[in-house]
């Protein structure tokens, strides 16, 4: 992410040049919907979710005051409108992996092989909604979103030795779960 272009971008935003916040939405609006999509399992709640997280842009974009980068700030919005949303469903389990990390599932090939690897993605979602939402989300963002414990934290707001505390717990649960149903 290019911080100085988000700042420019951001600066002529505030002035009043709308075409500058559409190059952020354009920028930013699939990596909101991804997360979003990641811990929400559904399309059209993920949508949803975007579009909040649009529109808070729109209405805050002048409070944001450059101290991390732009992104971190977006996705930070993203994480708490998505966990509202759950809260407001009433769903306490609700996170999976994100379609987009499984293209290759369907890039042809060995049918055989494909089929096994969409079973393994199935067991690891159903294990990965039987883990506490905690967990969850730092298992997802670690493993599948490849992001690092300090990231993590800047978006999450919870402490490092938290996170890896969770990853920790999740990890070996995650492992415990697989193990039993095989």
């Not at 992104?71 to 987009?100: A, C, G, H, M």
């Not at 730092?138 to 993590?152: A, D, G, P, S």
Request: no cysteine; glycine share 4%; net charge negative.
């Amino acid at each position: 992410m290019d911080s100085v272009e988000d700042k420019s971008l951001v600066e002529e935003f505030l002035k009043g040049n709308e075409i500058a916040f559409k190059k952020l939405v354009d920028k930013y609006s699939k990596k909101i919907y991804w997360h979003a999509r990641g811990m929400l399992n559904n399309h059209f709640d993920a949508d949803e979710v975007t579009q909040e997280v649009i529109i808070v842009l729109y209405n805050k974009l002048n409070t944001f005051n450059f101290e991390s980068n732009l992104y971190t700030w977006i996705y930070r919005i993203t994480s708490t409108r998505t966990l509202n949303f759950i809260r407001k469903k009433k769903v306490k389990e609700f996170f999976s992996i994100s379609d987009e990390k499984f293209d290759h599932l369907q890039s042809g090939g060995d049918i055989q092989n494909d089929y096994e690897k969409k079973d393994e993605v199935e067991r690891i979602e159903k294990v990965l909604q039987k883990i506490p939402t905690k967990q969850r989300e730092v298992f997802i963002m670690k493993n599948f979103e490849e992001m690092t414990y300090k990231e993590i934290s800047e978006i999450t707001g919870k402490s490092i030795g938290g996170l890896k505390a969770n990853y920790f717990h999740a990890l070996k649960r995650v492992t415990e779960l697989l193990n039993e149903e095989e």
